[in-house]
C-alpha cells in the first residue's frame, strides 16, 4: 500500500492538515467571545485546512483536478482523468464543541472512479487508508466489514436530519424500526467516520439522508474495499447532487435497504 502515490501524498496532505486541526482546538478553547465569532473561527479553520491540502496535493500532481467543500471545483484547465474529492472537516459541529470524533476525508478519482482514499482522524490518530483491489486498513492493518447477519445483534449508523425536513416522518419510520429491531443506532456527528467504522466492522451498517459528495467518496471505497456494499436508497449507485446512502456488510445493507422501501412513508 505504501509504495502507492497517491495515496502517499493524501496520507501526507491528511497528516499535515490534521496538525493544524489539533494546533487550532487550543485556540478554540481561548475564544471567549460571542458564538457567531466562534462559527466563524471554525469556517475559517474548515477553509485554511482545504488550503494546507490543496497545497500538498496540487504540488505533487499541478494537472490534477480538486473539489473541496469549501472552495468548490478549480480545474486548472486541466482536463486530468485525476480529481481529489476533499472534505477538510467532516464532524465540524463536533469540532466546534470539543468533541474529538472529527476526520478529514479525501477521495481520488480516476476516470470518476474512486481509486484510493484516506480518512484521518488526528485527534485518535487513527488513519485509514484503501486502493482500488489491495484492500481497506487502518494505522495499516487490514480491515473488513463485520461479518453479522442477524440485525437484532447489530448497530447501526445514522446523522439525524438537519435539512429536507419534508423527508423526517420517512426517516422516523426508519429509525422506529430499527431501535426495535437492532442492538442500537449510534449518531456520531461524522459521517465519513460513520462510514470507516462500517469498513472496520466495529457498526455493521448506516443510513443517511442528504449528504454530499465529499462526505461519503471516501468512505464508500473504504467499504467496498473491506467487503461491503454502498447504494442509495434505490439500491443503485449513482450518486448526484444529494447523497441518499445505504451502508452495511453484504447481509445488513440488504436487510436496511429492504426496510426502507417497504415501509409506509417513503423518502420520495
Ligand atoms: P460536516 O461536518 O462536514 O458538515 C453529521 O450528521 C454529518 O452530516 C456530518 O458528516 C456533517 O458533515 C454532515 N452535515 C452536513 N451539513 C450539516 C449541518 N448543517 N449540520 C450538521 N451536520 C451536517
Ligand atoms: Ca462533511
New binding site residues.
Partial sequence: MNNEPLLNIGIKAARKAGNFLIRSIDKLKNIKVLEKSTNDFVSIIDQETEKIIKDVVLNAYPEHVFLG?EFGISTNNSKSEFKWIV?P???????LHGISH?CISIAVTKNDKTVASIIYNPYDNLLFTSYSGKGSYCNDRRIRVSTRQNLMNCLIGT??P??ENDKIDAYLETTKFLMLNTSGLR??????L?LADVARGIIDGAW?Y???I??VAAGFHLIQEAGGIISNFEGDNNFDQECNIVVGNPYIHAKLLSCINSQKIQYQ
Wanted: avoid cysteine.
Fill in positions: 467543500e472534505d472537516i467532516d464532524g465540524t459541529t463536533n469540532f472529527f446523522g439525524l438537519f435539512r449518531r456520531s456527528g461524522s459521517a465519513a460513520d443517511y442528504g449528504l454530499k465529499w462526505d
